[in-house]
């Protein structure tokens, strides 16, 4: 089955500054790949998410970039704000009828005021 | 309506009572999932159903039976549970397989004793 590692475990950035997780995984036919954003005690929240005919995704200070030749996908923050601290999990999936999302094991970001 | 809800918030049972775990969305959405979420751990999936029928079981046990009463409702019934399956149930939903949008529900916290 699809295996997925994610990195780093814990993140601490200034306010202001960048912020990059990384992911990568095993399985060549997946082809979604969501990235989840989950605060303290409630729900995961979708983010962004990046399709596998697509190298690259933005939305305002979120990027997803993609690399299917290598099998890694990285999620990109700029100009951080406190607001963002959170564990971030990405995920990949693959389609079919049994399609199913398997989750990295998680970044906890915190950002310093 | 473009929310996953669940009920109850929290949850405190006996391993010897019987109880169930609601969710509900109205999204159109034929895709629901239940996940089970550890402390600091990703989401793990227990089950998928698609199009109201049960399509992925992730090996569990039989003390969790899940239920798709129609299209809109998903319920997790439990009985004779043991601590370790106290966590937070995360119910979620996408418009038809693991491969588009996931939304995820708040959860319930579940407890145990």
């Known amino acids: 089955g699809e295996n997925v590692e994610q990195h780093p475990s814990t993140l601490s950035v200034q306010e202001g500054d960048s912020a990059v997780i990384k992911c990568t995984y095993s399985d060549s036919a997946s082809n979604y790949f969501p990235w989840y954003k989950q605060e303290l005690g409630k729900r995961p929240q979708l983010i962004i998410d990046i399709r596998s005919n697509v190298g690259e995704k933005k939305d305002q200070r979120i990027a997803v970039t993609l690399n299917k030749t290598a099998k890694h996908f990285s999620l990109h923050i700029t100009e951080t704000q406190p607001e963002d601290s959170a564990v971030y999990f990405c995920a990949a999936s693959i389609t079919g009828t049994a399609s199913k999302l398997t989750f990295g094991t998680g970044t906890r970001l915190q950002v310093m005021l | 309506d473009t929310e996953v809800t669940q009920t109850p918030k929290h949850l405190v049972m006996g391993m010897t009572n019987k109880k169930s775990l609601k969710c509900e969305q109205h999204?159109?959405?034929?895709?629901m999932y239940w996940y089970k979420q550890k402390a600091k751990k990703p989401p793990e999936l227990m089950f998928v159903y698609s199009y109201e029928k049960l399509s992925i079981n992730e090996s569990v046990p039989s003390r969790f039976s899940p239920e798709c009463p129609n299209s809109s409702l998903l319920n997790l019934h439990l009985h004779a549970l043991q601590p370790e399956d106290s966590a937070l149930y995360l119910c979620a939903s996408s418009p038809r397989t693991a491969v588009d949008e996931q939304y995820f529900g708040p959860g319930t916290r579940l407890t145990v004793t």
């Open positions: 999204m159109g959405h034929r895709a």
